[in-house]
């Protein structure tokens, strides 16, 4: 990551180098690194959300903040730092996104709004050999099913699946039945690759696992379908949708449901707490909780008494 800043005739180059893990689900792209920041300990958590059109950067830590890019519209941004608050706003004047055989580059032209004094310039390279799939680590993993129990005549929903992981786990763990669904047709198909290599080791599961590529809320839930596993794949208008279709799916097969929210956001948790249906079960803290309390998986219930 490099940004330029400063009037322009006299530059300040800024340059960031570092690690993280790279991920896509339903047409959006995520990038999480450490930022480690002189005279602080704990490094700040980044989760970088982009896509074609705009990008968000979430910083958790000794500096907490939400910054959004995008061309169509302004943002205000308040920085809690440990030095107090910092108020600013951002106009972004370019943005483009390339993706190409070697990886995913961002360049990003805005102004901070400090009567416009300075003009910054982004850019993030993102080279494809750095590139990594784990939406979800595998010491999460064991944690979060640690906590929840499931038998195999149960079936697990993965909305916005990725490559798999999370439908790999579950099922070999519990022998449960599992439906994974990705809309993003290049995803999917290193999705179907990942399939056929995990199948050819468990051949009598492959009639139990089910791959679909297409938009979260057009999958038709099945009578038999009671966990759903979310990551934040889409928008919380998509995440309600979904919602609708899953009660209409109890109402027509009454049955005892679970959704499993890893890193929940406040658009989802307003969804289901506005459907006044779902009850709390439980919280399971994640590694990282400590530094970033949304490292957590919120598990909901609904009991098909609930639903008439």
Do not use: W
């Amino acid at each position: 990551m490099q940004s330029v800043a400063g009037a322009d005739d006299e530059p300040e180059v800024l340059e960031l180098e570092t690690r993280g893990t790279y991920s896509e689900k339903n047409g959006n792209r995520y990038i999480k690194y450490d930022e480690f920041i002189e005279d602080v300990e704990e490094p700040v958590k980044n989760l970088l959300r982009f896509d074609e059109h705009a990008l968000q950067l979430t910083k958790r830590g000794s500096v907490n903040t939400v910054m959004l890019f995008d061309r169509e519209k302004n943002s205000s941004v308040h920085y809690a730092t440990p030095v107090g608050p910092i108020c600013m706003n951002i106009c972004t004047e370019e943005y483009h996104m390339e993706q190409s055989e070697k990886g995913i580059r961002i360049d990003i032209r805005y102004c901070i709004d400090f009567n416009n004094d300075y003009i910054t310039e982004v850019c993030l390279p993102v080279n494809e050999e750095d590139n990594n799939y784990e939406v979800t680590y595998y010491n999460d993993l064991v944690t979060m099913f640690d906590e929840i129990s499931m038998e195999p005549e149960d079936t697990l929903v993965d909305f916005g699946c990725g490559l798999g992981r999370v439908l790999f786990y579950c099922n070999s763990r519990h022998y449960c039945r599992t439906v994974g669904i990705e809309n993003n047709a290049t995803v999917y198909d290193r999705l179907l690759t990942n399939a056929a290599s995990y199948q050819s080791k468990f051949l009598d599961q492959e009639e139990r696992m089910q791959f679909l590529n297409v938009e979260a809320e057009a999958y038709e839930v099945g009578d038999e379908d009671n966990y759903f596993y979310f990551f934040n794949p889409f928008s919380g208008a998509t995440f309600k949708k979904v919602l609708d279709n899953i009660i209409a799916s109890v109402r027509r097969h009454p049955r005892d449901i679970e959704l499993l929210i890893y890193y929940p956001t406040f658009e989802y948790q307003k969804a289901i707490r506005d459907c006044n249906l779902f009850v709390l079960k439980k919280m399971i803290k994640l590694s990282g909780y400590e530094e970033d309390p949304d490292e957590k998986v919120l598990v909901y219930h609904l009991s098909r008494y609930f639903v008439v």
